[in-house]
Nanobody, 123 residues
Framework: VQLQACGGGLVQAGGSLRLSCAASGRTFSNYGMGWFRQAPGKEREFVAAIDGSGTTTYYADSEKGRFTISRDKTRNTVYLQMNSLKPEDTAVYYC?????????????????WGQGTLVTVSS
């Protein structure tokens, strides 16, 4: 089972990026998926999550209105559209797959993790 995250890069403040997370080895189409991030010297923190049906999403307060999580079940892929990026959004972003069908905000609810993709926002 593999989660492959990509789409990170260097962007100026106010810019946008779209992260993708492709799953292989099994289908996660009915399971909750999430994005987390970890900045240097900080703990991994929740960013956004989506339930197995794809109809319910949840965001950390600082991401509401700027980030959008979505999923394409036919491609076994989850996306994170990030707009109005700020320097404080700089971090390694990780996608994760849960064992349940709801959305989850805690790292302990997730079973599989991608390798991370670096997002750097310059001021």
């Amino acid at each position: 089972v593999q989660l492959q995250a990509c789409g990170g890069g260097l962007v100026q403040a106010g810019g946008s990026l779209r992260l993708s997370c492709a799953a292989s080895g099994r289908t996660f189409s009915n399971y909750g998926m999430g994005w987390f991030r970890q900045a240097p010297g900080k703990e991994r923190e929740f960013v956004a999550a989506i339930d197995g049906s794809g109809t319910t999403t949840y965001y950390a307060d600082s991401e509401k209105g700027r980030f959008t999580i979505s999923r394409d079940k036919t491609r076994n892929t989850v996306y994170l559209q990030m707009n109005s990026l700020k320097p404080e959004d700089t971090a390694v972003y990780y996608c994760a797959a849960a064992s349940g069908r709801h959305y989850y905000t805690q790292t302990r609810e997730y079973v599989y993790w991608g390798q991370g993709t670096l997002v750097t926002v310059s001021s």
